[in-house]
């Protein structure tokens, strides 16, 4: 059950809680999302029928799923992105020119969310997706963005969301994560060294003009390949290029 503050709605608050959870499970009755949030049933019900209302979500049988209505809003919200037309430029010529699972993500609310993905021929597929959400410390594309942030700024984050740890080789200390990101601007690049995912490597470059930071953007594939030189040298020099390729045409307000 989520927690919030004085200037809050906890009825909003519950509302949402619901809308993520049948976004996660796929669609739900009463009773599971009563299992799944601790809320009791007739506060659910009360939450599904002015849901359902208000056309939110879709009731089949007597499971609740999210509505069609998202789909309006999900290209409302991608209308409204700068430079969404670049961005899905060069992020698909990265990926036909590597061959890899190329991405761009930005910051919000202290997480990076995936604006744009397009897979290259040899691309194996990722469990992310346009709008999926992830930490900033377990990502290329988050440290990159983390390493153009001042250190206040980078501290409210862990303080909101801390270092929880993904994998064996997530980085879960503030020493080691600050390290790190001294490292990421001297070289202009970040790796991700299968500490989000098992088995995957990852190459990230920030995109900032004029101290305005537009978000990241990276490549991945399996460690197994993705690897040596290549890794090391190869595809870090891409992303780099990329990101200096979308900065250069982007129009900052």
């Known amino acids: 059950m989520g927690k919030g503050n004085k200037n809050t709605l906890r009825s909003v608050r519950i509302a949402c809680e619901l809308l993520e959870t049948l976004q996660q499970v796929g669609g739900a009755g009463i009773t599971e999302l009563a299992n799944e949030t601790n809320y009791s049933k007739s506060t659910i019900h009360r939450q599904m029928s002015t849901l359902l209302e208000q056309e939110y979500i879709i009731k089949k049988g007597t499971s609740y799923q999210l509505s069609l209505r998202y789909l309006d809003i999900s290209h409302h919200v991608s209308g409204q992105i700068e430079n969404y037309d670049v961005i899905k430029k060069e992020v698909k010529t990265l990926a036909k020119e590597t061959g890899e699972v190329a991405q761009f993500a930005t910051e919000e609310h202290g997480r990076i969310v995936y604006l744009y993905k397009s897979k290259g021929e040899q691309g194996v597929e990722t469990s992310s997706h346009i709008g999926t959400r992830e930490y900033l410390h377990s990502t290329s594309l988050g440290k990159s963005i983390l390493s153009q942030m001042s250190q206040d700024r980078v501290n409210e984050i862990l303080a909101r969301r801390g270092l929880p740890k993904k994998t064996k080789n997530t980085i879960t200390t503030r020493e080691a994560l600050f390290n790190e990101l001294e490292e990421i601007r001297e070289r202009g690049f970040a790796f991700d060294r299968e500490e989000n995912v098992m088995g995957l490597h990852c190459v990230a470059a920030p995109v900032i003009e004029d101290g305005i930071m537009l978000g ?35 129009k900052f307000s």
């Open 216 to 250: 990241a953007v990276s490549l991945s594939g399996p460690s197994s390949r993705i690897k040596g030189d290549r890794y090391e040298t190869e595809l870090p020099e891409i992303v780099t290029r990329t990101a200096n390729i979308i900065q250069l045409n982007s």
